[in-house]
């Protein structure tokens, strides 16, 4: 299996669902999808073409929307599926049914970037503290860190 | 009877601060959650605003023990970003430092494993020898933990001759003593004994719950990204991928023993074949706008940074995973039907990490909400205690 092959095989299965299909490097293959289609690609990556390591999902802020990257390994190359969700609807299905590994990374996903994930079998908190304020999501870009005031116990007032 | 057992923060057999609560029965853990973030650093959103090389350093603090496997799986993303070509003697000693690392990273957990499984004398046996790898790190390097070695574009120190040829020697002891390890257990029946059969991840669970590394070739996936994948100059290296189908922690065990002789192997072929040149080129300070994805195999397991930049000196984006991230899911599944007394046993067998302070597990009976602590070294000792008796682990065989 080579990358041509995953490449042909992605145009006749997906068809018109991979909206771009690019091959940047050897063994780095991106094919960008809707979010609709996101499942029935992940299926297909699964079942069809053996890619059943889900590497990490990466979430990166693009202003207007999300782009979400699902990093497949198998011996052979990398495939990694792109789908853009918009930022006032941030709603994800989740691939937590085809892949049981996913869960964390989902999680971190709904912490940091407070996109919800829909059907994800257990959507707590993981990484965030308790008590951490509502509507705060760490990695949108317009997060700021502010440090709160340091406050010695018992100190100079 | 159902109970639920807290154990962390502050945790028995890892570094990292994770919470885990047990539901159990009797001795039999039934079901196990895990919560994380304990010790969440905000590095994803710091290395957005610092600079590219900044970030190497960056990256290099987010493990003590891998950290090599950060700045070089970082590294090796930024190169192509900014289009460089490393040269060869650069790629040579990044790999060479990288199998180093490889060694005192496998010998560690040997002798974490030696120690949680009641066998000191391996213990301080494998940690005297992991001190002639550090020694060499420390030649090399000039540091023992954080090298510092890695720059966009190459490496920033060179080797001489007296130096290969100190590793060189070096690596007849290490070898010597590795293959005393690996002889070990013929003579050592017990530790065999509390290895075998705990921890148990099927095939088929460990690649639905995408483990990674050791943890997933001892469940007989042949999954290397040296290989798979490969980075740096392993295209050029001959080495073995090492599984085992036992599917437990003697199988993890077996499977760091055998990559530790790869590494011996590699070693001297890089020593051997190391090309003559330059170790680096010069980086450019900024990178044009673009995204890269970069997998190394870590000790640990596979290590991935997906990288996006924006045409200025500092990254878009920085996503980092690490291996024992890849590994909780599985770890929950090996707790499973395990015995509480397993538990130091089976953390230990995920990730290689000191545990050197005295660490305590609560105990919470569900009925009272009573709590008891107890220390570490009595939940070892009871974990001693139990697998004593214990038959069907008696007929196990070291299988190397």
């Known amino acids: 299996m080579n990358d041509q092959m995953v490449i042909d095989k992605a145009k006749a299965s997906l068809g018109e669902k991979a909206l771009d299909i690019t091959n940047p490097a050897p063994r780095r293959i991106f094919i960008k999808l809707k979010v609709e289609d996101l499942l029935t690609a992940v299926g297909w990556l699964k079942t069809e073409m053996g890619f059943t390591h889900l590497a990490t999902i990466s979430g990166v802020d693009l202003g207007q929307t999300f782009e979400l990257l699902y990093h497949f390994a198998n011996n052979y190359t990398c495939v990694n599926l792109r789908t853009e969700i918009p930022r006032d609807q941030p709603r994800l299905p989740s691939i937590c049914s085809l892949i049981p590994g996913a869960i964390l990374y989902e999680r971190e996903l709904q912490d940091m970037f407070g996109i919800i994930v829909e059907n994800i079998p257990d959507g707590r908190t993981l990484l965030l503290p308790d008590g951490w304020p509502e509507g705060n999501y760490p990695l949108r870009k317009d997060w700021k860190y502010e440090r709160p005031p340091e406050v010695i116990p018992g100190g100079k007032k | ?400």
């Open chain 2, 1 to 400: 009877m159902k109970f639920q057992i807290p154990i962390g923060p502050q945790h028995p057999a890892l570094k990292e601060p994770i919470s885990l609560r047990m539901t159990v029965e009797g001795e039999v853990i039934r079901d196990a959650d895990i919560r994380l973030g304990y010790n969440h650093r905000g590095l994803e959103k710091l290395a957005e605003q610092k600079t590219w090389i900044q970030n190497i350093y960056l990256t290099e603090r987010i493990c003590g023990i891998c950290s090599h496997s950060h700045t070089t799986c970082y590294v090796q993303g930024v190169e192509k970003l900014m289009e460089l070509e490393p040269p060869k003697r650069g790629l040579y000693i990044r790999t060479l430092v990288a199998e180093l690392e490889r060694i005192h990273s496998h010998l560690l957990w040997l002798g974490v494993a030696g120690h949680e499984a009641g066998f000191d004398s391996f213990f301080m046996y494998t940690w005297r020898d992991r001190e002639i790898v550090m020694d060499i790190l420390e030649i090399i390097t000039g540091n023992r933990v954080h090298y510092g070695i890695n720059t966009i574009g190459g490496v920033r120190r060179d080797l001489d001759e007296q130096q290969v040829k100190r590793i060189l020697d070096s690596l007849d002891i290490l070898r010597q003593r590795s293959e005393y390890y690996k002889h070990l257990g013929t003579n050592e029946p017990s530790f065999v004994a509390r290895l075998a059969g705990v921890g148990y991840l099927s095939r088929e669970d460990a690649i639905a719950l995408c483990a990674v590394g050791p943890t997933l070739r001892a469940s007989g996936v042949a999954m290397d990204v040296r290989k798979d994948d490969p980075y740096a100059v392993y295209d050029e290296v001959p080495f073995e991928v090492c599984t085992a189908d036992t599917c437990d922690v003697l199988g993890r065990t077996v499977v760091r023993i055998k990559e530790l002789f790869q590494c011996y192997n590699i070693i001297e072929f890089l020593l051997k074949n190391l090309p003559a040149g330059p170790v680096a080129v010069r980086a450019p300070r900024r990178a044009k706008p673009n995204e890269v994805v970069s997998r190394y195999e870590a000790p640990r397991g596979e290590n991935i940074h997906y990288i996006k930049s924006n045409g200025t000196d500092k990254p878009e984006r920085l996503k980092v995973r690490a291996p024992t991230l890849g590994n909780y899911a599985a770890t929950i599944q090996m707790l499973k039907n395990g015995f509480i007394a397993d538990v130091p046993l089976i953390f230990a067998a995920i990730d290689p990490c000191i545990c050197c302070a005295e660490r305590a597990v609560s105990l919470v009976d569900a009925r009272t909400g009573q709590e008891k602590i107890i220390s570490l070294n009595s939940l070892k000792s009871l974990s001693l205690k139990l697998s004593a008796g214990n038959k069907r682990k008696r007929e196990a065989e070291w299988p190397l």
